[in-house]
């Protein structure tokens, strides 16, 4: 501001003596008074230049504080910057770190998923077939009742002296005796029976094959597996699929009627772990009946040990008892004994001899 106001005087100072100049260019006598203003003009000039110079100074001087002010807000800002953004490169690792630690275990997963693929896949292969699936259903029952019997109570694919061979017989004690257990796994009727994709007119066809599939399983175990003299007058079909099992019971209530009356009982694998806990139970409570006459001679014979404890207790307390007495005795006579010595070293030595009393056992 003061730069512009020292210009705006130069430039008045300036037309001044510009119109001094022309009023006074013809007249040679007022030389001394131009000379004068002339000097006046550059005393001016000079202040002038001198308060620009001051002022271009303080100018100078502000932009140089205001250049380090700047540069040192600049500084804090970098600074601060500098650590937001290193900050954010911990924060980002932090999150990369954990991303990759979540893609490394989606990894996993993705293998095991795969891994299932295969084994269902394995499984699908397994179970198109007749053979497989009778094998299957064999493994399941054998696992079951493995896991929940012992060893001596049953045996798998036992083989009978009329030459029929069953997956697995329970020996069960009378009147029960030997149940035979049969695996069946009637996949494929099912399967068509409950393909939404068929019509109506094959789902009803598939239905009369699943039924005669069923009943005709039913004919051959009870045919089989039930043999009079060797066998109870029952056996049981495994059935490997809990959905088939509750399809026959929830729809064909006819099947299991007629399943009664052949004494052939259908098992799913949860019924099938019922049945062998309830044979479990059987069997530990027979071998608890035939070990009853073992546990009744072993009673007897604690009595009679018991019965020779008290006589010989009845012995021992009454020998304590003499022994007691005689301590009593042994007591007593000692006592005596102590009191006699007691009177010896009280007598006197003199011609007299003393009278000393009989001994006897009363104090």
Excluded at 17 to 25: S, Y
Excluded at 209 to 227: L, M, V
Aim: include cysteine.
């Amino acid at each position: 501001m003061e730069i512009f106001i020292l210009i705006l005087l130069s430039l008045l100072a300036v037309l001044v003596l510009v119109q001094l100049g022309m009023a006074l260019h013809g007249n040679t006598r007022q030389d001394t008074r131009l000379e004068m203003l002339t000097s006046g003009l550059n005393t001016l000039t000079e202040q002038i230049d001198a308060r620009a110079r001051k002022s271009e100074e303080a100018v100078q001087s502000q932009i140089e504080k205001l250049v380090a002010s700047n540069n040192q807000r600049l500084d804090q800002i970098g600074e601060k910057v500098e650590q937001r953004l290193e900050k954010g490169f911990k924060d980002t690792t932090t999150v990369f770190g954990d991303v990759l630690k979540r893609l490394a275990l989606i990894d996993k997963a993705q293998e095991k998923i795969d891994k299932l693929t295969e084994n269902v896949v394995s499984l699908q292969e397994v179970l198109s077939d007749k053979r497989s699936r009778g094998a299957f259903g064999e493994v399941q029952l054998s696992a079951l009742i493995s896991n929940m019997l012992p060893e001596n109570s049953y045996s798998l694919q036992h083989t009978f002296p009329n030459g029929v061979r069953a997956d697995c017989v329970l020996f069960l004690p009378e009147p029960t005796g030997t149940i035979c257990i049969d695996s069946k796994f009637p996949l494929e009727g099912y399967q068509r029976m409950t393909d939404l994709s068929l019509g109506d007119a094959d789902r009803t066809a598939a239905e009369r094959q699943f039924r005669q599939d069923i009943k005709k399983h039913i004919k051959d175990i009870a045919g089989k597996y039930i043999i009079p003299g060797t066998t109870s007058d029952g056996a049981m079909m495994f059935i490997p699929a809990e959905a088939i099992f509750a399809e026959i019971h929830g729809h064909y209530p006819d099947l299991v009627e007629e399943a009664q009356r052949a004494r052939v009982w259908m098992t799913s694998p949860t019924t099938m772990m019922a049945v062998l806990t309830t044979a479990r139970a059987v069997l530990k409570d027979s071998a608890t009946r035939q070990q009853v006459h073992l546990i009744k001679e072993h009673l007897v014979a604690l009595a009679q040990d018991f019965s020779r404890f008290q006589d010989r207790m009845d012995k021992l307390a009454a020998h304590i008892g003499q022994a007691h007495k005689d301590v009593d005795d042994v007591q007593t006579s000692a006592r005596k004994i102590t009191s006699r010595f007691g009177k010896i070293e009280k007598v006197e030595l003199s011609g007299e001899h003393p009278v000393l009393p009989a001994d006897t056992d009363d104090d």
